[in-house]
Every structure is written in C-alpha cells, then in structure tokens.
C-alpha cells in the first residue's frame, strides 16, 4: 500500500509560479513511476508529467519548458515546479504512483490561475 498527500496548490495571478509537493509514505520501494495528472473543471484527467524510478521525465507539450517535476528518494517526494502559469493550467492537481501492480491517486490539490 501506498499513501499520498499533495501540498502546495492556491490562487495565482498568470505569470506566477506555484510548486507542488507529494510525499509518498508506506510501500514507496515498490513505486516505479511517479506523475502529475490535472483534471479542469467538466474535462478529463490528463497526464502533466512523469518520472520514473530511473529519472526519465515526460512532459505534456502544454507544459514543457514552464513545469518541471522532480524527486527526492530520500525524502519519497514528488514535487512539480510550475512556472510562468497560465488561466488554462488551473485544474485540480492529483499526484500519481505506479508499482506495476497497482496504480495510487492522491486527494488533490486545486491551482486557480487568475487572468
């Protein structure tokens, strides 16, 4: 079993920058890939990015070169760096892990970008 809590989401004016953070706790060995999803108000969820256990990062071409994600093995966080936001990144952010066995979802976190 693995939990997840994210932090960090809020209201930002566009142009700002918000971090996201995701701290993973139980049986965080067995994680193989970590990712950020979103999902706007009346749309469906949809992939920000990833990281495996390796480090390899996947973007969505809407975000590539403003967010960034990372992790802190030590630490089993995740977090997403998200600079120069946009009215359409806001959405509620949900922190994703993968053990290759079963797929793990956090609570949520809402990002309201103000125009």
């Known amino acids: 079993q693995v939990q997840l809590v994210e932090s960090g989401g809020g209201l930002v004016q566009a142009g700002g920058s918000l971090t996201l953070s995701c701290a993973a706790t139980?049986?965080?060995?067995?994680?193989?890939?970590n990712a950020w999803y979103r999902q706007p108000a009346g749309k469906r969820r949809e992939l920000v990015a990833s990281?495996?256990?390796?480090?390899?990062?996947n973007y969505a071409d809407s975000v590539k070169g403003r967010f960034t994600i990372s992790r802190d093995n030590a630490k089993n966080t995740v977090s997403l760096q998200m600079n120069s936001l946009k009215p359409e990144d806001t959405a509620v952010y949900y922190c994703?892990?993968?053990?290759?066995?079963?797929?793990?979802w956090g609570q949520g976190t809402q990002v309201t970008v103000s125009s």
């Open positions: 139980g049986s965080t060995f067995s994680i193989n890939v």
């Open positions: 990281i495996s256990s390796g480090g390899s990062t």
């Open positions: 994703h892990a993968n053990t290759g066995l079963r797929a793990y």
